[in-house]
């Protein structure tokens, strides 16, 4: 089994999400990473893909050579799959170019950096055959795969209640803005409408939606800029409705001091609840109102067959976001072989994020951003009746 | 030394919370039970009283019998406290009747069903030389004490944030409203304008203001009544104000199935943050910016000292609930102790929420149920000004 | 319902433990103390009983007044219970005299200094009508007695392993032997034959014959002295066996540094597993070869009624070391009681450690002792084959 | 920079070892897999060296075609270095061979069946410019490296007593020994003298080497048979001496029913202790006896140099168990690409286990075996005064 020639945007010497990119793409054998740029330093570019051990006629200047000369090589040694890990304002181009060359692409989220370019894009794949996946990573983690089986199940009865929570410290501080992250994460022009929302909170809505199978409806929404001299938000708090019956909170923040990230969430029915901490990924708790609690454990017997399914050691070695987020890319390699073989994927392969995913993260900012410019308490989702 | 003697009203045969009452104030051999009404049956009353060993003769069968008899009694063996442990629409009214008769009062919260009873009452002790005890039970935890020693002491640094959450799950299901506690605390003339509010948001809410030191100052709140049959709310998150620098958000929660009693609090600060959760009880995590975590452990070194006063026992035994409310007890009496002998009490007596707290709850619950009510975002909380 | 009344010998101004015997004494308005000998200073003993409130004419000054004067004064007013709670080796010499006198008794543990003395005491009670209560008081936390429940249903299976441990650091350090505590416990004359196994480890010992129900009947010891000045070991590990098919190990340690009171047991069956920690005491944790893994809570579904009747509190408001050390009052009470009324007790008041315990207790440090000082593995433990 | 080529022998469809070694050596681009024998059925290996991705030719049938055509590759081409990881008794025919061929070797452990061949090995490495590894894997969490950091910085004072536990589950139950892996681990001529020891508890006696820095001088052992009929033990304690001032204990099972893979050490020195626990691998817990506890974590402020570069995310993304098995390779192969460059490799690159370690692992098992068959107590480690 051959496998699968990726190429990179982005993710040079100082990006830590492009060495997990990597990390995650080659981790479970399927994926070689063949070519990429690196920088918009053509000449560190270049420099950056000799160390990751590139052949140098591979380590591009520019994302057109890229493009071009990756177009014209044998289809046997051509890249397959391009993974854009550029500042947020990249995303959109780069993935549209990409998929107008004909490759697939797998993004880190957000999509875009507006609604309209999401949906852009959605339109553009709808009229390809490209695949493409976005990097909802915590959805990549077996227990977050089994909680949103239980509640599918019903095992929960009906959902009442969804708490879901990120907090991160790593924007306190005055001075947290030096680095370079914070820089573009700051700026309106590279992150888009929000910082918090747009970088943290975004990912707790997808995992709200992902695991309850429901949509965020309404929103009223609380951002908040703790140090004022920032043109983003770095903090805030989201009322949440899905539909008229179940209620919900999601709390964000980057100036949480001494927070890591400490991403949870609690999902509350009338027959039992659930809750999940990345902190001890591991772990899935259900508790009963007439039952004692339960802790699932990956590996340990009692999972669903998809938590299995995405779990590689025996219960006890510690997985964790590496293996999570690898989990996304195996499974969009088998998304990809499946096209390339004109089948049908496994069931377990389509558990990716993709473009229905980005097109409401993109909601929930807009919407979230609008509503928490307001007086008014509760905010429509825009476009939320679009999701199916 | 001699026990202060103390009578009850309320807590009779089925009444989880008089019994919890009577263990705190029993716990460290300063306060001894010696009369009461224990039902609004008579004959309960009676029967109960003397299941608890009380002589005949002060085994009362009416409220007002209590008082005059009491009052009629030599003062070595008359009653000098009471405690007030009935439903909520009686606590204004009795406290006030005792008041009048000289009797030092300790009444479970809420100091009353309405923000113009509370001040009525304040008044009143304001012409009185009684002393008043509001059983906001958490702050009688040790490590409570000590995140509000170490906010004070400037350690977080400027406060940003404040998180507090207090999850049950006992009114979930359509049948939780059968127990007989569940159909007072959802009966409006019982419980006044709130249910989850008025039971565990305000103790929420005071723990968030005893640990900060700051008032909330503005709400937008979101009540819930999962069980639509209900006429109060068993849900609801509350986004808050503490004047102009602080945002925080309070989530409460009676249909959380599975829950059991999960109050915990997070603070952050520019420097620093802290949380405490009521399962854990004898820990405080303090985290930092620049430094590796601490925790925080009753009876180890490095406690401040109002944490070690409130403290019985060596570290890694563990203490509960019932050593926090004893604290509140034993501090009260410490307190009446003084002023019996007209001299000031010591600090460590101080530290028991009275009228003041019972205020601040009030105005709280009334501003939340306006909040929720309305379509606009942001309500001051009624008064709030009035907070010294 | 009257008061038992209750006289304590020990148990001053600086014994931790005398503290926490009134107060667990009296946490439940079962039981109220009316006599005392406080301390073996006379005049001492006389004040610190009067600031407990004590009648001065019950504030004796020497242990035979206590006996002389309790014993000829009306019945309805004497002394029914006595607590002793002083130094190790008094224990055996007080019992004795109070059971002679007629006077039921609740003794610290050891029951005794030696394996003799437990014998004789045996004896003496097995001609007497008094009731005698051990404080092995880890017996008394609801979810050790879930463990045990959980073990005689069979639902781990044939136990095949028990781990025990109990890790203090209060003796870590040249010069921690400084206190008054210290000072006795390592002094061979008022401590007995051992020091860490004799205050802690025989704890652990009984905590792991309660649950499993099953003695230890073989040991291999290795008892240290990390200070080498010290006459008595402060550290130690056993090995056991329990009868030919079970195996375990005992850890103990009062050297173990920054350790509050870390006592912890796992019990391992074919088909299940458990484990107790004291530092969360209201779970018990239960895993399974082929089912994920359960946690019983204290006033959650699903308890066996011995863990609700020693429960006081709803589900997530922490009971800790004093309401487990009230169980064993409260149930010795229920004893006494039913003794007065010359009726059988109820089951749950059966549960209280007793002069059997004492005697496994000293046959277990004997055999310690001797075997540590052995180059011989395994060893006997003396006397084993008494144990029914 | 070029990848380092490898080899792999053993490794094949069902031996979750295998795939493992692989995600680790690959999962930070260092390292390439060239080519392997997978299986001792010469076909079984071809097969699945293609569903590797390897090329055919590469996709050896028997381990001497695999030694003799590599080395007969062009420089360019050939492999560097051999993962063994087939059962125990075949591990060190097969580095001696890969030795004498001049192939690098990574060996899972332990790295031989006896002390004597251990010791074979060790001389044969002298002569020889072959580096060598044995994965020991629990070295390679950051925290494990933090911890012995601090031991070795003094932070405890002097070490006074190590306890280390591994419990595993697998074994437990009659019928626990149908699988592949527990049919030749409980078979003495492919697993060696022990089971249960050989295969974990020589990972927990390295663990406690490792973060202490001293030499396990005596033991006294005590393995069990949970049933009968099993030819090696699956269960056992082992009572340690470090020379005449440490004590220690070392608990390792494979019956613990419901143990995942719970690995954990605890140090206590005078001044302060420590302790890991494999399921919460990216925390270190320090205790003292003068100040509150400590709770060190990866990628959070105050970690040692070494910690750091042994981290791959930032702090709150949980790091695992691949993640420590990848620092292996990782470190290794630095080792490998200095020694190309006939240069001194870095600090962090020497930091990995070899043939001593594997030396220490063979005293280790044969001294625990005779220990545990002999009625006397305390036994040498033999050869212990070897390891300097």
């Known amino acids: 089994m051959k496998k699968i020639k990726m190429g990179m945007v982005g993710g040079g010497p ?7 990119h990597r990390m995650a793409a080659q981790l479970d054998g399927q994926i070689e990473l063949v070519c990429g740029v690196f920088s918009s330093s053509p000449q560190r570019s270049y420099e950056y893909g000799r160390t990751l051990g590139l052949k140098a006629s591979r380590c591009y200047r520019h994302f057109n050579d890229l493009l071009e000369q990756e177009s014209s090589l044998p289809k046997s040694q ?10 947020n304002h990249l995303h959109f181009q780069m993935a549209s170019e990409a998929i107008k060359h004909g490759f697939h692409v797998i993004s880190d989220k957000p999509a875009t950096i507006s609604l309209a370019q999401a949906l852009t894009l959605a339109r553009q794949l709808a009229c390809s ?16 795969k089994e909680a949103r089986y239980r509640v599918h199940a019903g095992e929960l009865g009906t959902i009442r209640k969804i708490i879901v929570s990120y907090q991160q410290g790593w924007l306190s501080g005055k001075n947290a803005e030096s680095t370079k ?3 573009w994460r700051l700026d309106p022009e590279q992150a888009g409408l929000s910082c918090c929302m747009g970088d943290i909170g975004v990912h707790a809505a997808n995992l709200a939606e992902y695991i309850s199978g429901q949509s965020i409806t309404h929103v009223c929404a609380d951002l908040n800029t703790a140090y004022e001299h920032r043109a983003l938000d ?10 008229d019956e179940i209620k919900g909170v999601l709390l964000a923040s980057q100036v949480a ?18 809750k999940w901490q990345q902190q001890n990924p591991n772990s899935l708790t259900l508790r009963y109102a007439d039952s004692s609690m339960r802790v699932i454990r990956s590996g340990v017997a009692n999972e669903s067959s998809l938590a299995v399914a995405n779990t590689r050691l025996p219960a006890g070695h510690p997985e964790g976001y590496i ?14 072989r499946a096209r390339q073989l004109v089948q049908p994927p496994c069931d377990k392969a389509l558990d990716v994020p993709g473009i229905k995913e ?23 989702v825009q476009g939320a009746q679009l999701h199916d």
């Open 14 to 20: 100082n990006a830590f999400i492009g060495a997990i």
């Open 323 to 336: 293996e999570a987020f690898a989990n996304l890319y195996r499974n969009f390699a088998a998304q990809i």
């Open 129 to 144: 055959d490209v695949l493409y996946a976005l990097t909802y990573t915590y959805t990549g983690y077996p227990m977050v």
């Open 358 to 380: 980005g097109i409401r993260g993109m909601m929930f900012i807009d919407s979230v951003v609008r509503a928490s410019g307001s007086s008014q308490k509760w905010h429509a």
């Open 181 to 183: 992250q914070a820089s």
């Open 78 to 87: 051509r890249m397959e799959l391009l993974a854009i890990v550029t500042p």
């Open 257 to 274: 001091t001494g927070e890591e990230n400490n991403l949870s969430i609690s999902v509350y029915g009338d027959k039992g609840s659930l």
């Open 234 to 243: 770095d903090d805030g708090t989201v009322l949440l409705k899905f539909g």
